[in-house]
Every structure is written in structure tokens, then in C-alpha cells.
């Protein structure tokens, strides 16, 4: 590379700058000040703590760099620091300064062939190296954004940057923005050609469009597209003012504390100063719906380790109607970025989906909790559906037979099971019991997994003493457990004890 000599200082560049931005995830910053979260300065400092590309772990799990800037009161958030491409190209990037009155914010990258070959790089779809400017920025936790690309973001290469022979004009416009200037665009080959282990570095300025002057700096999402993959982005909010922009719709209301130890914050009670969040695209609506819940990192952390959840409040009481499964991994949401649960939601049957499908919902509040949080360790928000109240009805596939006070309900699963090797047939029995420790609401028994309770319930009449349901043992084990062989509950004030009486 015939550029070369000019980024000598450069080489150690990405591994050997600390004091001059945050790196969060393995944060970095002056020795001295070990304990605090430095604002990223224009002049890189020579010494430092330990480089964060020497763990690649380090730049992998939910990592960032954060700047705040000197001409607006603007965060940038740029993520990921590393990925890697399919043609083994490894991407390495990080904030070397911020912007000032004197420059624009610089971002140091470098482009690595990792294959033990000499191999020809495309660089189209590979940002910062290509793929210079941002997609129209969206809104954080908006469904729909009115920007253009005029107030997109570039990543404009500087005179120290190895692919780089005329870097592009830039210049600070009158809304104190850096840009491009007049026509000027980046240009970098498209293709380059690496020895293995052979690596090629570059400087960029991160600076708006010049059709963007006067347009400010709006706050969103900027994302630079890939082939096949996440995006880059760099993810924009007010330094000051990183909370939601609009008020909740329940602002001031007070609700119970939701199931288990740890601390929820709620999007009702969030300020612009409150940092991380999670906003619903509608607070209340009809059934059936589609709702999608964002939570919103605008901290200085990752945040971590976060499944969603649903709740229904009755009688000031929360009961949990799903997932029942989750994942085992740790999931986490670097600053800047944000995390998505769509769910869809009716009265009646509905057909399963790429989104969380909750049917067979009545009237109420519900909420949508997070696992993710800045100073607590949930995040979640109300939603209001205004719709009947839900009937515990049966299955369509069950039969019935009425004998002496007694129920007999034959479902399908009971007619397959001898056909089904690895299922065997079994009887469920519902009986009236004088007490029990937990209480069940329909929008829980209507649930898929419970469909035993369902099948019972549905046929409990004043007559009735004994409802039996001829089923599988799979249906009995999500209803009992698999060792227990029975289990007792409430329900519209009534207690039950439901056994599995045959194998």
C-alpha cells in the first residue's frame, strides 16, 4: 500500500488510543481516573489502559463507543466495534475523537484478511471501508421516521487513510454540523487485494450530507447497510435529554410491584433524563392488534441479560401469561441500540406467527416487561386493550359424555396417543378442592400449554362433581408436572385439585 508511511503513528492506532473515547463493554480511559467515563477529546492520548482488540470477546459482547459532542448537544453511539465479513475480512472500527469547532468526530477502522490466503476484498458492502453513507435514519423506538437521506450521515475518509489519495472537502455549515462540502463526495476503491494477516487502516470523519445544512443533527438511528448482516450504526440522542420525547398516557398511575425481587422501571414513569426504556408503539387499542414494545438503551452500558415477558393486572394482581420458554444465552443491548417485541394479540383463535401470538385475550391492562435495565434490572410499559372479557371454552376436537354428576371429555390426543410411540393414553380429573395456594385467570387457561385446564374447566357446572378428560401423558405434564401427578389452583373464586389418575 503506497500509503502507508502517512499512518505510521496510525498502526497502533485502534489497539493503542485510550483516554481519547469510551469503549463500552471493555471501557477505556485515563489511568488516573480509572472510576469515571471520559468524554472522547480530539487529541488521542498516547497512554492508556489495556487495548480492546487484544480479547476479541471484548468487541463482541454488546460493545459501543460513545462520544458526546462540543458543537450540539448530541450523543453518538457507534456499534459494533468488530464483525466479521463471509470472504474473511475482519472489521474493526472505533470513535478516535469527537467534534469540535476545530474538526469533525473521527472514527479509526481497519480492514483485516483473516483467511491464511491472499484474497480480494469487495468493499461495497463492507462500512466503513464502503458503504460510506448511512440509510435514512429512523426514529429510536418509532415505527416511522419523516427524515430523508439529506440528513443522513457519512463516513468521509481523511487524508490519513491507506485506500485514500484526494479526501473529500469538508466543512462546519452555519447549524454548527461538520459536512461535505458543495458536491464532494468520499470515493474508495471498490476492491483490494490482501495478503494473509495483511491489514489496511484508515481515518474517517463522520460529518452530515451538505443538502443536510440547517437540518441540525436529528436524533435516530443511522445505520450502514451490509450484505446479509446487522448493520453498523451509529445511533444519535440528546446528550442531556437521552429519554423519551413523548409522555405516557399513563403518567401518574400506580400499579403493584410485578412477580420476583428485582426493581421495574416503567416507561410512565420515565423523564428525558431517565436513560433506557421501554416504549410500546400504541398504549391502547381494540382487539385484535399488532404491538411492537421497544426498549431504548441511552446509557453509557450495556444492559443485559434480557428475555420480554407478559402480564395481565386483575384485582392488583399480576399473572404471567407467557413465554414459558426462554433461552438460556445471555442477550445484550449495547448503548445506542435497541431491542424489539412484536407481539399480536385477540379475543378468539388466531394463526401462529413470526411475532409472540397471545389469543383468546379479554379487556384489561397488561405489560410488557423486559429483562433489560439501567439502574434496574427490568424495563417495561402498560398497554391498555379494550375488548370482552375472555370464556374458558373447549378445544374443538373433544367429545363429551354426561353420567351422574359426572364429565367425561375425550379429546383427539387421547384417539392418536396408541398410534404416537412415544405417547401413551391417560386420564386427567377435576375435582372442587377447599383450598389452594395459587389462583388461574382465563386468559392463562385458554393458553396452548394448559389446554388440559381448558378441557376441564370448561364443562364445571353446579351438577358437576368430576369432570375426567381421556388425553395424552403430554397433555397431563404441562397440567401437573411430570412427577407430582397432580396440582391444585383457584379459579373465579372456586378451588380445584386436578390428578392424573392412569398411565
Not at 109 to 129: D, G
Request: glycine share 8%; charged share 25%.
Amino acid at each position: 500500500m503506497r500509503r502507508r508511511a502517512l499512518l505510521a503513528g496510525f498502526a497502533a492506532g485502534i489497539g493503542g488510543l485510550a483516554g481519547c473515547s469510551e469503549v463500552i463493554g471493555n471501557r477505556t480511559g485515563s489511568p488516573n481516573d480509572a472510576g469515571e467515563q471520559p468524554t472522547a477529546s480530539p487529541t488521542p492520548s498516547p497512554t492508556g489502559t489495556s487495548d480492546p482488540g487484544q480479547n476479541p470477546d471484548d468487541w463482541d459482547l454488546g460493545a459501543a463507543s460513545l462520544v458526546d459532542l462540543e458543537t450540539a448537544n448530541r450523543t453518538y453511539a457507534l456499534a459494533p466495534l468488530r464483525y466479521r465479513s463471509d470472504d474473511g475480512a475482519s472489521v474493526r472500527m472505533r470513535f478516535s475523537s469527537t467534534e469540535t469547532a476545530d474538526g469533525p468526530a473521527t472514527v479509526e477502522a481497519e480492514l483485516r484478511n483473516e483467511n491464511p490466503f491472499e484474497n480480494t476484498f469487495r468493499l461495497e458492502w463492507t462500512p466503513p471501508f464502503g458503504r460510506l453513507a448511512s440509510d435514512i435514519p429512523e426514529s429510536l423506538g418509532l415505527r416511522q421516521s419523516e427524515h430523508t437521506y439529506r440528513v443522513g450521515l457519512v463516513f468521509a475518509p481523511t487524508a490519513n487513510h491507506e485506500l485514500v489519495e484526494e479526501p473529500p472537502a469538508l466543512e462546519r455549515a452555519a447549524d454548527g454540523h461538520w459536512r461535505l462540502a458543495g458536491d464532494s463526495f468520499p470515493q474508495l476503491p471498490e476492491r483490494v487485494r490482501l495478503a494473509a494477516d495483511e491489514t489496511v487502516r484508515g481515518e474517517y470523519a463522520l460529518v452530515g450530507r451538505a443538502e443536510g445544512a440547517g437540518r441540525g443533527r436529528p436524533p435516530g438511528m443511522y445505520e450502514f447497510s451490509r450484505a446479509g448482516e446487522r448493520p453498523v450504526r451509529v445511533s444519535v440522542w440528546p446528550t442531556d435529554a437521552p429519554g423519551p420525547t413523548t409522555d405516557s398516557r399513563f403518567t401518574g398511575t400506580t400499579v403493584p410491584d410485578l412477580p420476583g425481587e428485582s426493581e421495574t422501571a416503567w416507561f410512565h414513569d420515565a423523564d428525558a433524563s431517565t436513560p433506557s426504556f421501554v416504549r410500546p408503539s400504541v398504549e391502547r387499542t381494540d382487539l385484535p392488534a399488532r404491538v411492537e414494545f421497544t426498549f431504548v438503551n441511552h446509557s453509557r452500558e450495556s444492559t443485559r441479560c434480557g428475555h420480554w415477558n407478559l402480564h395481565k393486572l386483575v384485582d392488583g394482581e399480576w399473572f404471567h401469561l407467557g413465554p414459558y420458554i426462554h433461552m438460556s444465552d445471555c442477550r445484550s443491548v449495547a448503548p445506542g441500540d435497541t431491542n424489539t417485541w412484536t407481539m399480536r394479540a385477540s379475543t378468539g383463535e388466531m394463526a401462529p406467527c413470526e411475532a409472540q401470538h397471545y389469543p383468546f385475550l379479554g379487556g384489561g391492562r397488561y405489560a410488557a416487561v423486559a429483562g433489560y435495565g439501567h439502574a434496574t434490572a427490568r424495563s417495561a410499559a402498560l398497554v391498555q386493550f379494550d375488548a370482552p372479557a375472555v370464556s374458558v371454552v373447549p378445544t374443538d376436537d373433544v367429545t363429551t359424555e354426561r353420567t351422574d354428576g359426572q364429565v367425561t371429555v375425550t379429546s383427539d390426543r387421547w384417539r392418536t396417543a396408541p398410534d404416537d410411540g412415544d405417547r401413551s393414553r391417560v386420564e386427567l380429573v377435576l375435582e372442587r378442592a377447599a383450598s389452594a395456594d395459587r389462583t388461574l385467570i382465563p386468559e392463562q387457561v385458554m393458553r396452548r400449554r394448559r389446554r388440559g385446564l381448558r378441557n376441564t374447566l370448561a364443562f364445571v357446572a353446579p351438577d358437576i362433581e368430576r369432570v375426567v378428560l381421556r388425553t395424552d401423558d403430554r397433555t397431563t405434564a404441562w397440567t401437573v408436572g411430570y412427577d407430582d401427578g397432580a396440582a391444585g389452583f383457584r379459579y373465579e373464586g372456586q378451588a380445584y385439585r386436578v390428578t392424573e389418575s392412569s398411565r
